[in-house]
């Protein structure tokens, strides 16, 4: 079996998964949240096994190197990271109602990957042959997927606290959205997925530093994607810092949340297909 065989069958798994969610918000039976909760563990499953052959088949043909060298790899290694996630978060707090908000992006990463990407296996240039490649790309993606999970949770808490704003006091939401977490526990979903890709950020900043160090013998050359990179940082220390002293919550939370992963996917897709510079190889 090949690692394009698993990739598809991730594919089919998040597409699944999604479904079901969506099931799952609409026909309010736990028993089906269980299920879309177990699709989701087969398919990173298959994500990890699809993973780790494409490891093995580079090296079979003599590039010793993570399959983590090109954009169609970095999308499928988000997906799994996105999972990986959202899966902990689940383990915690078992409020299934957010898969359907954040499956979704796993989802769109690998149909987009196996319908339009280039999957060759290709060595990377010389001087970008470094272990370091794996600490980069691995603690910036951790940190892209606890974005993905703010993010999508983000959008939950703006449309249920929408809802409520409208609705009789003494009336409680129904229907679908009474099937999403309170706005308080969204809100602290928030917080706790962005505490948790920050730091990841910020080692990826680090580790890229010194992977570029190694490569091109500079740690910081204000290439289009280190800057971008240093944006997105900004933007979640400001949340964060907001959060601290300020004590912002709610809605202004939210919306920076969700400004905050916009930011982080132009960094991630934007400056590598649209920009120039050091980091045009990834596309």
């Known amino acids: 079996m090949t690692s394009s065989l698993f990739f598809n069958i991730t594919t089919i ?30 398919g990173f499953a298959a994500n990890t096994v699809a993973i780790g052959l494409r490891w ?8 010793e190197q993570a399959p983590l060298s090109n954009l169609y790899e970095s999308i499928v290694f988000f997906a799994w990271s996105i999972l990986l996630i959202y899966l ?20 769109a990463g690998m149909i987009w990957a196996q319908w339009s990407l280039d999957a060759t296996i290709q060595p990377l240039v010389p001087a970008l042959q470094s272990n370091w490649l794996t ?17 999508g949770v983000s959008i939950m808490y703006l449309i249920k606290v929408g809802k409520e704003e409208h609705a009789a ?49 500079t740690y910081w050359s204000w290439d289009p994607k280190e800057t971008w990179s240093l944006i997105v940082w900004f933007i979640y220390a400001a949340f964060l810092h907001a959060r601290f002293t300020r004590g ?36």
């Open 88 to 107: 902990i978060f689940d383990l915690k707090y078992k409020q299934r109602a957010v898969g359907a908000f954040v499956v979704p992006f796993a989802f």
């Open 13 to 42: 798994a998040y597409f699944a998964a999604m479904v079901v969610f969506i099931l799952y918000l609409t026909a309010k039976n736990k028993t089906i949240g269980l299920v879309a909760t177990l699709v989701c563990w087969a």
């Open 248 to 283: 912002w919550v709610g809605r202004r939370a939210a919306w920076l949340s969700i400004f905050g992963f916009a930011a982080t996917i132009f960094c991630y897709l934007g400056v590598n297909l649209v920009l120039s510079g050091l980091h045009s190889y990834g596309g």
């Open 56 to 63: 093995y088949e580079a090296y079979a043909m003599g590039y």
């Open 135 to 151: 600490y980069h790309v691995f603690t910036c993606f951790i940190g892209y997927a606890a974005f993905a999970m703010a993010c």
């Open 169 to 217: 006091e003494e009336s409680p939401i129904g229907g679908i959205l009474g099937m999403f977490p309170s706005v308080k526990i969204l809100d602290d979903l928030n917080y706790k997925a962005i505490m948790v890709g920050f730091p990841m950020l910020t080692l990826g900043i680090i580790t890229g530093a010194a992977w570029a160090n190694y490569a091109w013998g």
